[in-house]
């Protein structure tokens, strides 16, 4: 939800499994599917997946990427390749990195990094706060949002060091002229509150649960 408009403008892929009647969260398969070297085979699919669906608007959207897609060195050319046969404008794709991703700081990953910026697509350092940050990769990387981490959000309207953390972090944003997401919003006390704090993005159930199509969303 775009703060300063008032509209839904970009939408975040998420991956379920579906298994006759059961719906699986990441949590229970992520680990498993790391531990098994199968992490890339997944963001292989949500890639597929999300840019078919996504060639049938004009909504920016965003996609998890994790250390192990970087170590797999298989983006760029993935992306590319994508990017060329659903004729999607590669400024449309945000690519969530993890904090942690961008505080290890590895050579490699930062250049594929910096190679997928310079083709057109978006990066966002996704959980930020929630590890150790480093501020250091923040200035030296030219990403576009930061996505404050969950846990700062979700008792925001009660909790005054939450408010002010996350107060800092949309501070640092506007002086690094990067956009601040807000993650976890779930009702409208929440949403008072980042109106306060002027903060440019907010998702979360107050806006729309997952779903496979959009009908579900206001």
């Known amino acids: 939800y775009d703060n300063f408009n008032h509209n839904i403008t970009k939408f975040e892929a998420l991956a379920r499994i579906v298994l006759k009647d059961k719906i699986i969260s990441p949590f229970e398969f992520l680990e498993p599917a790391r531990l098994s070297g199968l992490l ?18 004009n909504f920016s ?16 050319n993935y992306l590319d390749e ?31 990094l910096t190679s997928l910026k310079s083709k057109g697509f978006k990066i966002a350092i996704d959980d930020f706060g929630a590890g150790f940050s480093s501020f250091h990769y923040i200035k030296k990387f030219p990403i576009d949002y930061v996505k404050i981490d969950g846990d700062f959000i979700v008792n925001i309207n009660k909790d005054a060091k939450d408010k002010a953390f996350v107060n800092s ?9 990067v956009q601040a997401i807000a993650e976890f919003v779930e009702n409208e006390e ?12 907010y998702q979360g159930y107050h806006i729309g649960k997952p ?5 579900s969303f206001k």
Request: net charge negative; charged share 25%.
């Open 190 to 201: 929440i949403v008072k509150v980042l109106d306060e704090l002027e903060i440019d993005y």
């Open 211 to 215: 779903s496979q199509n959009f009908v």
């Open 40 to 57: 890339p085979e997944i963001t292989k699919v949500i890639i597929d997946k999300t840019f078919k669906t996504m060639a049938k608007n």
């Open 169 to 177: 972090i949309v501070t640092l944003a506007k002086e690094l002229e």
């Open 82 to 112: 994508k990017i060329a046969f659903y004729k999607i404008n590669p400024n449309r794709v945000i690519l969530e990195i993890l904090e942690g991703v961008s505080s290890t700081g590895k050579k490699n990953h930062i250049n594929q």
């Open 61 to 76: 959207f965003s996609i998890n990427i994790t250390e192990d897609d970087l170590a797999e060195n298989y983006l760029v």
